[in-house]
């Protein structure tokens, strides 16, 4: 949804979900090592083809994994519906373990940081209980309840995006209520090759530095000016941002210029996007 504010500038709404791409399902599992989903469900449209549809259900941890860019039909343990039941809201969220489960997409996302992260191996963890590097009890680990399905999908945010007055960045401010309170999150920016099946280019973050930290409310607020944001679609090389996705940091660290140092899930977990590609109407030059 989006609606006019003023010439050469847009106010999108963003969209609690628990989704990056379409693999893994989720950036966030339950205790038995099943996705939570709330997000694009693809199906099995009874015509040997796959529809995707936004939604919520619990897939299974060895739903089938196409080749990037492909897709299959989810392997669905039940559909949570639009209305969660009690029990649902409840469902305390964790990390996914490493390697990642159920994924295909072979970027690195800090390849200076851990240029072998498909190598690394760690459980699952609640995400309040993520093993912070180098804590001690002492120094007061604010996040110690659990965080629940119910608890996630309260976010709520949007983004104004525009061009700056010289044509040459371009400009997004966030506000956002209902977050994990007193966390850290950070923002990243969706290009239109990221996803590109011949040659993916890495997610990175929307702004350096790249992390904002919200109050005890779960309020923030969160501001970026990006250098020729959006060039011509058809220019040489052009690769412009199509979409932003809010993350949360489970282990509360600034990873630099990278977003994460494993992603999808293993780091960080999608709680707020634009969930169809956009930005059209915008343009920049160098």
């Known amino acids: 949804m989006t609606k006019q504010v003023s010439v050469g500038s847009r ?5 609690p979900t628990t989704q990056g791409p379409l693999y893994p399902p989720s950036e966030a599992v339950d205790d038995e090592g099943n996705f939570i989903v709330v997000g694009w469900i693809a199906r099995d449209a ?5 529809t ?6 619990i897939v299974d941890a060895g739903t089938p994994v196409p080749v990037f860019g492909g897709v299959e039909p989810y392997a669905i343990v039940r ?6 039941s009690a029990e649902d809201e409840a469902t305390v969220l964790h990390t996914l373990p490493l390697p990642l489960p159920a994924n295909n997409y072979p970027i ?7 240029p072998e992260a498909a190598k690394v191996r760690r459980p699952s963890y609640a995400f309040h209980e993520t093993p912070i590097p180098d804590l001690r009890h002492e120094d007061g680990r604010r ?8 608890n996630w999908l309260r976010a709520r945010g949007t983004v104004r995006v525009g061009v700056s007055a010289d044509g040459r ?3 997004f401010d966030f506000e956002f209520s209902g977050l994990i309170p007193e966390s850290l999150y950070t923002v990243m920016s969706l290009r239109q090759r990221d996803l590109d099946p011949a040659a993916p280019t890495r997610p990175g973050p929307l702004g350096v530095p790249n992390v904002f930290v919200t109050d005890p409310e779960g309020r923030a607020t969160y501001r970026a000016s990006l250098p020729n944001a959006f060039p011509p679609a058809d220019s040489p090389g052009a690769n412009r941002i199509v979409s932003v996705v809010v993350l949360w940091q489970s282990y509360q660290q600034n990873y630099g210029g990278a977003i994460g140092q494993f992603g999808l899930g293993g780091d960080i977990h999608a709680q707020l996007k ?9 343009t920049t030059r160098e």
Request: charged share 20%.
């Open 11 to 15: 106010v999108y709404e963003l969209t």
């Open 46 to 50: 009874g015509d040997g083809s796959v």
């Open 52 to 57: 995707r549809e936004w939604g919520s259900a």
């Open 79 to 84: 559909e949570l519906g639009a209305q969660l």
């Open 108 to 114: 690195v996302f800090a390849p200076d940081q851990v």
């Open 143 to 150: 996040l110690t309840e659990p965080v629940t399905l119910g």
């Open 169 to 171: 960045h371009g400009e």
């Open 274 to 282: 634009i969930p169809v590609p956009g930005f059209e109407d915008f």
